[in-house]
């Protein structure tokens, strides 16, 4: 079975440049996460999809941040314009089941590495 | 969401038994235990998840005493590839959000 995808693996670009990030989590898993995890730290939430709702976004910068799930599938984050404080590994994720107080298990995607200049 | 403390970093032979200690003081009546682990360039990978006493899979065991108040992660007879990061995380809100925390660094060496 395929894990959960992610593209690109790397990515550079100057700082006020646009940038997108896709995921296409583990088929019939009706959540995904994106997450961001800076260097020696762990992964922090960004957003919950739940199908195609956004249900946790009180994390995302929503002024430069940005993020769609159409169809309840793949799922893209966007950052325009991207700062040097963004450099930082964005991490997807995404579960089968709504679990209550446990999170039960999340499988993530291997990241997308980005470098702001 | 309670919130844990971990030893930053911990050091092991090859084949010892290396046990995290992860502490959450503040765990509510239905928050469950989980841990993942994490390799560098990948995303965290799923151990083990428990609520009270004791759980075992072929990959560890993890001790939950009665207070619920710590937890421990025992990894048997670790080799080199166990080297990685691992996070303790408690409860989540009734949308399995996850809280992670900075981890414990384990360095298996020969």
């Known amino acids: 079975e395929a894990g959960v995808v992610q593209s690109p693996r790397y990515k550079i670009i100057e700082k006020k440049q646009p940038v997108a990030f896709w995921c296409n989590p583990i088929?019939?898993?009706?959540?995904l996460y994106w997450y961001r995890q800076n260097l020696g730290q762990g992964p922090e939430l960004l957003i919950r999809?739940?199908?195609?709702?956004?249900?946790?976004d009180s994390q995302l910068p929503k002024d430069r941040f940005s993020a769609e799930r159409l169809k309840g599938v793949d799922s893209t984050l966007k950052i325009q314009p991207a700062e040097l404080g963004d450099s930082a590994v964005y991490l997807c994720?995404?579960?089968?089941?709504?679990?209550?107080?446990?999170?039960?298990?999340?499988?993530f995607g291997p990241g997308t590495r980005l470098t702001v200049l | 969401l309670a919130k844990t403390t971990q030893p930053i970093s911990m050091d092991s032979y090859e084949g010892q038994e290396v046990n995290i200690t992860c502490s959450h003081n503040?765990?509510?009546?239905?928050?469950?235990i989980t841990w993942y682990q994490q390799f560098p360039s990948q995303g965290p990978r799923f151990i083990i998840q428990?609520?009270?006493t004791k759980v075992t899979n072929e990959v560890a065991s993890l001790f939950i005493p009665a207070d619920r108040k710590s937890s421990t992660l025992s990894l048997p007879r670790v080799s080199l590839s166990d080297t990685a990061v691992y996070y303790c995380?408690?409860?989540?809100?009734?949308?399995?959000?996850?809280?992670f925390g900075a981890g414990t660094q384990v360095v298996v060496t020969p």
């Open positions: 999809y739940e199908n195609e709702e956004a249900v946790d």
């Open positions: 995380l408690v409860g989540t809100d009734s949308w399995g959000k996850l809280q």
């Open positions: 503040n765990i509510a009546t239905n928050d469950y």
């Open positions: 428990g609520y009270k």
């Open positions: 994720a995404s579960s089968f089941a709504n679990w209550t107080s446990g999170g039960g298990e999340q499988f």
């Open positions: 088929s019939g898993h009706n959540t």
